[in-house]
């Protein structure tokens, strides 16, 4: 099952420094051209974007690029022109048409907030806190370890 990383929760790995968590978890993860792209932009910390190089570099985050003139795009496309979508941004619909394509599981912080496409797609979502929940269930990290992630 591929994982479709959305800025928010990749993020929060990169600032806490803890990427190695995902590692433990998962054999790889992939984000968009989209998500890349923002964060490797200049007002991202430069930890936070070599880190998240160094992760493209050892093929653990895969970059999927939407191309146009594909499925892809055009579900991404529909997601951005959405005139009842007030909140998503170009990350967060990429990360939805990658999951639709790759029949994966998006990975982002705010559930509620793309419940339409969830149910219309048949997707299913996690957060950070299942995450740390899953990390904590398999032993990789301590009852303290999860309580201060989730404090964080």
Not at 63 to 81: A, C, L, M, P, R
Request: proline share 2%; glycine share 2%; with cysteine.
């Amino acid at each position: 099952m591929k994982i479709i990383y959305d800025i928010d929760c990749l993020l929060y790995f990169l600032k806490i420094e803890r990427t190695d968590l995902l590692e433990e978890l998962f054999s790889h993860i992939v984000i968009s051209n989209k998500v890349f792209n923002s964060l490797n932009n200049p007002s991202i910390p430069d930890f936070i974007k070599d880190k998240l190089n160094d992760l493209v570099d050892k093929d653990f985050v895969k970059v999927e690029e939407i191309s146009y003139n594909t499925k892809t795009f055009d579900i991404y496309y529909e997601i951005k022109n959405d005139h009842k979508n007030q909140v998503l941004g170009d990350g967060e619909a990429s990360s939805i048409a990658i999951a639709i394509k790759n029949k994966g599981v998006v990975a982002y912080n705010n559930p509620n907030a793309i419940k339409d496409y969830l149910e219309k797609y048949d997707l299913r979502c996690i957060t950070s806190e299942d995450i740390f929940n899953e990390l904590f269930k398999k032993g990789i990290i301590s009852k303290e370890e999860l309580k201060d992630f989730l404090e964080k």
